[in-house]
């Protein structure tokens, strides 16, 4: 990868988009607008990196005229010294280029719905679903993002059997997307009498949110059925086909929402929820040819991998993918996802950028 080359390009395109931007017409476009401000602010810190790393290569440009005169023994030694430095940072700048060089994924950018579902296990693994959602609601406050439920079914012994949620926020689903699979819990049962450790599971499903323009389902293949809402949630349950169950036809997909009061806002939340499904099959189909092509130890699509192990009688989170152990299981289960989510985000940018040395 030829970091200068970029760097031009990249100057260039921020120099089309501030005179696009300039343009009276595109405050008639809000969309263009809106997209081109993105764009800016998403070129400015590469351009600035630009800036300077042509002033260290002018730096030492005229260290090396002064080198090769050696004119003053002084003035030639310093010009040595000065250029070992600027050869330093030259090459951490050129690391630190290379990865916000990395193409962004589109989807990182969007709102996510997260579907957390007691597997093996019975009673504690639907507890242990409990304890993960527990853990991203947590997550979530810390990140600032605003969480609303879409679908609760709760276990009779605590915790749930499902438990369907929207984040909404920056940046969501580029980070809760690692999230994705079979999440396994080592731990003594709080009904376990001999004190024996037990393993059960939780799958986790992290969808990106897409608007109607991004995915297109025709009305007629939806068939749409209500039925009275149950557990918690006020006077109008059990007293009104308020809950909202959408079947789409031709694919079997089927959603249900019934955590709103009235059958409008579950059927709108209930569309929301297909349309992510129906994309996410899209999306799945793509990361597994991409996978075909260059494995990857972070995001190859597969839902039903194991990806994740925690180990309470040892204080272990263990996340299998990139062989990463935390002896923190405590703060993590409180919220602390941070190190482990910044983990797999690098090791996927390496990835990405091997790729790109590759091609």
Known sequence: MDIEEKLKQVKSRFEEVNAAMSDPAVFDDPQKYTELTKERSDLEELVEDYDKWMDLKSRQKGNNELIEANEDAEITEMAREENKEIKQELAKMEEDIKMKLIPKDPEDSKNAIVEVRAGTGGDEAAIFAG???????????????????????????????????????????????????????????????????????????????????????????????????????????????????????????????????SQHQNKEKAMTMLRAKMYDIELEKKQKERADERKSQVSTGDRSAKIRTYNFPQGRFTDHRINLTLYDLDNIMKGGLDEAIEALRVQENLEKLNAIAED
């Open 131 to 261: 304890d993960l959602f527990d853990m991203y609601r947590r997550y979530s406050d810390k990140q600032g993002w605003k969480m609303s439920m879409m679908n609760i079914a709760e276990s009779d012994k605590g915790g749930y059997k499902e438990i369907v949620f929207q984040l909404e926020g920056e940046e969501v689903f580029g980070k809760m997307k690692y999230e994705s699979g079979v999440h396994r819990v080592q731990r003594v049962p709080e009904t376990e009498s001999q004190g024996r450790v037990h393993t059960s599971a939780a799958t986790v499903a992290v969808l990106p949110e897409v608007e109607e323009v991004d995915i297109d389902i025709n009305p007629s293949d939806i068939r749409v059925d209500t039925f009275r809402a149950s557990g918690a949630g006020g006077q109008h349950v059990n007293k009104t086909d308020s809950a909202i169950r959408l079947t789409h036809e031709p694919t079997g997909i089927v959603v249900e929402c019934q955590e709103e009061r």
